[in-house]
């Protein structure tokens, strides 16, 4: 069978299109690590910032691929697995009293910024309950301040 110039023209396409693709999610997967692990609120926030934009441009151009094999994790895997990220990270503007409704998210996040490793999951949910409480703590001073 031979392929046609088409066909082979088709996939050079979605060849450069999954590179694309895959180095959009590569920069807003590790945006979001970054800023999940950072402890300076406006250094996270710039990362936070570039996760979301890159989330967007991928999100936008993945429905145009139709195809695409090799991956351990496909494109639209990979773009879940920053939108859970984004999840997690969207909780830290949040003035409210932590609850459990607003720590998991983050937990999770931080678990999945980890690698996902087996085993002592109250350590994400201890350090994400204390990041709520640290900038619900430091945002009390500051409003406190400007009073």
Same mark, same amino acid.
């Given at each position: 069978m031979t392929t046609s110039k088409f066909d082979e023209l088709r996939t050079k396409t979605e060849r450069e299109l999954a590179h694309v693709i895959?180095?959009?999610l590569d920069? +807003?997967? /590790?945006?979001?690590c970054r800023? @999940?692990?950072?402890?300076?609120?406006g250094f996270a926030e710039?990362?936070?910032?570039?996760?979301r934009h890159a989330y967007s441009r991928a999100a936008r151009v993945i429905p145009l691929l139709e195809e695409i094999s090799g991956d351990e994790l +496909?494109? /639209?895997e990979r773009l879940?697995? @920053?939108r859970e990220l984004l999840d997690g990270l969207s909780v830290l503007g949040s003035t409210s009293t932590p609850t459990g409704e607003s720590i998991?998210?983050?937990?999770?996040?931080?678990?999945k910024a980890r690698g996902c490793p087996e085993g002592s999951p109250e350590d994400d949910w201890f350090r994400a309950e204390q990041a709520l409480k640290s900038q619900r703590a430091s945002l009390?001073?500051?409003?406190?301040?400007?009073?």
């Amino acid at each position: 069978m031979t392929t046609s110039k088409f066909d082979e023209l088709r996939t050079k396409t979605e060849r450069e299109l999954a590179h694309v693709i895959n180095s959009e999610l590569d920069f +807003g997967i /590790r945006e979001a690590c970054r800023a @999940l692990g950072t402890e300076t609120r406006g250094f996270a926030e710039d990362h936070y910032a570039g996760a979301r934009h890159a989330y967007s441009r991928a999100a936008r151009v993945i429905p145009l691929l139709e195809e695409i094999s090799g991956d351990e994790l +496909g494109p /639209r895997e990979r773009l879940e697995h @920053l939108r859970e990220l984004l999840d997690g990270l969207s909780v830290l503007g949040s003035t409210s009293t932590p609850t459990g409704e607003s720590i998991a998210p983050l937990a999770r996040a931080l678990w999945k910024a980890r690698g996902c490793p087996e085993g002592s999951p109250e350590d994400d949910w201890f350090r994400a309950e204390q990041a709520l409480k640290s900038q619900r703590a430091s945002l009390g001073l500051a409003a406190e301040a400007c009073a």
